[in-house]
């Protein structure tokens, strides 16, 4: 199953993956906000994978000029479909990351959040997206990454993760969960998501859904983001940023330095 057809298929009920999903939306919002340099309002944001608007929307509604992008048309659909709903404006198409629709350094910042990078099998793919965000990006603006703790889980290569049962709005009880089938001692896997709803009383309907991840550690995220010339890369830890999942800051070029050809 294709990446977009695993988010084209989760579209739907992609808020059921969070107990509280509007809160998210603004917690989510604020964090990355103050990790991007708290930018002044009217400012441009590239959201590179922004699904159906996590992040996006609270930065929206926090008065950011948001340009989002996602390789799923229905994520994307639900992305204009939330904005709509909210009175919100932004701007979002669908796009790869590895080559984003936007001219050059037009951004004053951007994020990938959520592990979307994992997506991407083999470093040359998370170098032409690093490539096109540090393109995108004006001299010095901001990049935030956000991934999975995989330094923790390629210790550990777990067999999945837990059950989450969640009240959702709309839709009842939900529950997820996923299996991780690794490709033998390698960083890759494949993923099963299972999402059970109840339609009816006692009538439960199960949708199956794969991708394919690859597990990056932090080191070699880092060394791939410096490589494609982003600036100044650092993680931040849960703690410190305020997020679930460790982050990855980087900044646009400077003026100084060039990307290495
Ligand atoms: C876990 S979701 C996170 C979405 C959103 N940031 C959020 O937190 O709700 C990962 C997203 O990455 C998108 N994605 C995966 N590979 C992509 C690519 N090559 N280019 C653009 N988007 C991609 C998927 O379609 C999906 O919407």
Known sequence: ???????????ATYHALYPDWEKEVHEQARALSKLLGSPAPGSAIADVACGIGTQLL???EAGYDVFGSDVSRAAVHRARAECVK?????????????ALPWPDAS??????ADNAIAH??????VTSAFDELRRVLRPGARLAVTIRDYDAALRERPYGTAPQ????????RVITFQLWTWHGASDIYDLEHFQLTCEDE???????????????????LLELASGAGLAAAQWLTPRHAEDFQP??????????TPHPT
Do not use: N, Q
Request: proline share 3%; aromatic share 6%.
């Open 165 to 172: 049962v969640m009240g959702t709005p709309g839709l009842g």
């Open 247 to 256: 982050v990855l800051i980087a900044a646009g070029p400077t003026r100084e």
């Open 86 to 98: 909210r009175g919100l404006v932004a701007h979002v198409v669908v796009a790869d990351m590895r």
């Open 120 to 125: 991407l099998l083999s470093d040359d793919e």
């Open 58 to 60: 609270g930065l929206a």
């Open 202 to 220: 006692g009538a439960w309907k199960t949708s199956r859904r794969t991708a394919t991840f690859r597990a990056y550690t932090r080191a070699h």
């Open 1 to 11: 199953m294709s990446t977009a057809r695993f988010y084209d298929g989760l579209a």
């Open 107 to 112: 951004m004053d910042a951007a994020i990938c």
